[in-house]
Nanobody, 128 residues
Framework: QVMLVESGGGSVQAGGSLRLSCDAS????????MAWFRQPPGNEREEVAV???????NYATSVKGRFTISKDNAKNTLYLQMNSLKPEDTATYYC??????????????????????WGQGTQVTVSS
């Protein structure tokens, strides 16, 4: 059963913006942190941004200042606002949920093994 459903991907030119959404309403257990990862073509999955239950956030260095992670607790939905997009942001973007303790200020949140649930991914393509 698919627990997380991403949407909002697409194709944009460099400098453009996209907003990704992740519907996590099927996850009924206590969510500790939610994150976005991405997987560029031919590369491994890498962390993008994380937000915990206290609304503490952290970002990968490559997206800091351009991307913003947020969540709507009432809708159980995670968002990623992506501005000033670059061709190197091209990837399949995945949302992920961890039910375990998540320390966003260290390296703990960067590991894919931290997360119990994953979405199916949404493609983002940025052209130059």
């Amino acid at each position: 059963q698919v627990m997380l459903v991403e949407s909002g991907g697409g194709s944009v030119q460099a400098g453009g913006s996209l907003r990704l959404s992740c519907d996590a309403s099927r996850v009924t257990s206590g969510v500790y942190c939610m994150a976005w990862f991405r997987q560029p073509p031919g590369n491994e999955r890498e962390e993008v941004a994380v937000i915990d239950k206290y609304n503490s956030m952290n970002y990968a260095t490559s997206v800091k200042g351009r991307f913003t992670i947020s969540k709507d607790n009432a809708k159980n939905t995670l968002y990623l606002q992506m501005n000033s997009l670059k061709p190197e942001d091209t990837a399949t973007y995945y949302c992920a949920v961890s039910l375990a303790n998540c320390w966003v200020y260290g390296d703990d949140w960067r590991s894919v093994r931290k997360y119990m649930y994953w979405g199916q991914g949404t493609q983002v393509t940025v052209s130059s």
